[in-house]
């Protein structure tokens, strides 16, 4: 027998023909001699109906009353998948955040999970009861309703296998795993059998989204054995596991796992920023202190006046607000003017081979050049090479860098 949570999303949960369909599964599991918890997000479109609400009650609302309402979608799909599995036959009853409860920090609309108390769901669990626990939300000090941000719901259920020390969480989507790219840019994309909890993590950063991005940090940090699936068809899933279980020949052998490509991406330019100590703190400072995520960064040779052109990257969502700062912080930073491009994508190869081999960014360099296609800007990690390209040439440099490291399916 073994402990399972199992994730569905909003698309997994669009209607109740599709919840009994998730029902289904659950059943399964059950009928197998699971214990299960199931984590649901709210239905496909929901949470954006009722930040609608929000926003047009009042431009400014309280955030407190905003997590009260948008944490309002979970709440009604925990509780129609409970009544669904009830009509099945099989024991199942809601637990909301606040029940168990979730603890979380006050950050309102964005708030982190500090602890989940298990004691009384792991006594309901016991006996058989499938419990029904609507992600995306968790209880903060003074008894007030928070949510975590979108796609909350798979950092719920990867916290909530943790906390029960299941073993495995599977989180199902409209996705039947994890792929080398994008299936839709490059048809011949292969689905990977295993992908490891840091290159699952680049490629959540850089732009697949087949699993946020927290919930990715939480699986590596508490070493949760992660399954993505299909809702909509029994096609065998990926795992995201610990390099351990890949063995050391597996991770030699395998230079490049995937291609990932981000079009919110937009370039400033700071032009002619004293050449001096401190200088970039001041540039970069205030963008921090506004919750900006910086990127990519390439600070320029200084010229022969003392001064330097820094170019780096932000979320194109946070390019008005970044040009803001800058204009506000120019008495301070002593640049002289700002360059903008928003029509730029970023494009990154993922792999723990990395690691091991020589080459893997002169290959990517040449086979982009091989193309025309004109790298503006470069950043690496171990394992891991991102370029900063014009966005019309997106889908040509994933093809052509899919093909260049032999990731295509025979």
């Given at each position: 027998m073994a402990r399972i949570v199992m994730k569905f999303g909003g698309t997994s949960m669009a209607g109740i023909e599709r919840i009994r369909n998730v029902a289904t599964r659950v059943k399964r599991e059950v009928e197998a001699g699971n214990e299960v918890a199931v984590v649901v997000s709210a239905m496909a479109g929901e949470t954006d109906r009722l930040v609608g609400f929000c926003r047009e009650a009042s431009p400014l609302h309280d955030p407190r009353e905003y997590d009260v309402v948008v944490a309002a979608g979970e709440?009604?799909?925990?509780?129609?998948?409970?009544?669904?599995?009830?009509?099945?036959?099989?024991?199942?009853?809601?637990?909301?955040?606040?029940?168990?409860?979730?603890?979380?920090?006050?950050?309102?609309?964005?708030?982190?999970?500090?602890?989940?108390?298990?004691?009384?769901?792991?006594?309901?669990?016991?006996?058989?009861?499938?419990?029904?626990?609507?992600?995306?939300?968790?209880?903060?000090?003074?008894?007030?309703?928070?949510?975590?941000?979108?796609?909350?719901?798979?950092?719920?259920?990867?916290?909530?296998?943790?906390?029960?020390?299941?073993?495995?969480?599977?989180i199902y989507t409209d996705v039947d795993g994890v792929y080398t790219t994008d299936p839709r840019i490059v048809p011949r994309a292969r689905k990977l059998e295993r992908v490891t909890y840091e290159e699952m993590l680049e490629l959540a950063s850089v732009g697949a989204k087949v699993l946020q991005t927290r919930s990715v940090e939480l699986a590596m940090k508490e070493k949760v054995r992660v399954q993505v699936l299909s809702s909509f068809n029994d096609a065998p899933g990926t795992f995201v596991v610990d390099e351990d279980e890949f063995g050391e020949e597996a991770v030699e052998h395998q230079l490049i796992t995937g291609v990932a490509y981000n079009r919110n991406?937009?370039?400033?330019?700071?032009?002619?920023?004293?050449?001096?100590?401190?200088?970039?703190?001041?540039?970069?400072?205030?963008?921090?202190?506004?919750?900006?995520?910086?990127?990519?960064?390439?600070?320029?040779?200084?010229?022969?006046?003392?001064?330097?052109?820094?170019?780096?990257?932000?979320?194109?969502?946070?390019?008005?607000?970044?040009?803001?700062?800058?204009?506000?912080?120019?008495?301070?930073?002593?640049?002289?003017?700002?360059?903008?491009?928003?029509?730029?994508?970023?494009?990154?190869?993922?792999?723990?081979g990395m690691r091991s081999h020589a080459g893997v960014a002169q290959t990517m360099f040449q086979a982009l050049g091989s193309r025309g296609i004109n790298i503006?800007?470069?950043?690496?990690?171990?394992?891991?090479?991102?370029?900063?390209?014009?966005?019309?040439?997106?889908?040509?440099?994933?093809?052509?860098l899919h093909t260049a490291y032999g990731l295509d399916a025979a």
């Open positions: 709440q009604v799909t925990s509780g129609l998948l409970a009544i669904v599995l009830q009509a099945m036959g099989l024991p199942a009853r809601s637990w909301l955040g606040w029940q168990l409860p979730i603890h979380t920090s006050d950050a309102h609309s964005s708030a982190r999970i500090l602890g989940i108390e298990t004691e009384a769901i792991r006594a309901s669990m016991a006996k058989g009861e499938v419990a029904v626990i609507p992600g995306f939300q968790g209880l903060a000090e003074g008894n007030r309703v928070t949510t975590l941000g979108r796609g909350g719901s798979d950092t719920s259920a990867v916290a909530v296998a943790a906390a029960l020390r299941a073993d495995r969480c599977d991406e937009a370039k400033i330019t700071v032009v002619e920023v004293p050449d001096r100590p401190g200088a970039v703190g001041s540039l970069f400072g205030p963008l921090a202190e506004a919750n900006v995520n910086v990127d990519m960064i390439v600070q320029n040779i200084a010229h022969d006046t003392g001064n330097t052109d820094v170019t780096f990257t932000v979320p194109r969502t946070d390019l008005p607000k970044s040009l803001d700062v800058l204009e506000k912080a120019r008495g301070d930073i002593g640049y002289s003017r700002l360059i903008t491009d928003d029509n730029v994508a970023k494009i990154s190869v993922v792999g723990v503006q800007a470069i950043t690496t990690s171990e394992i891991k090479v991102s370029v900063l390209i014009a966005e019309e040439y997106t889908e040509l440099a994933v093809r052509v």
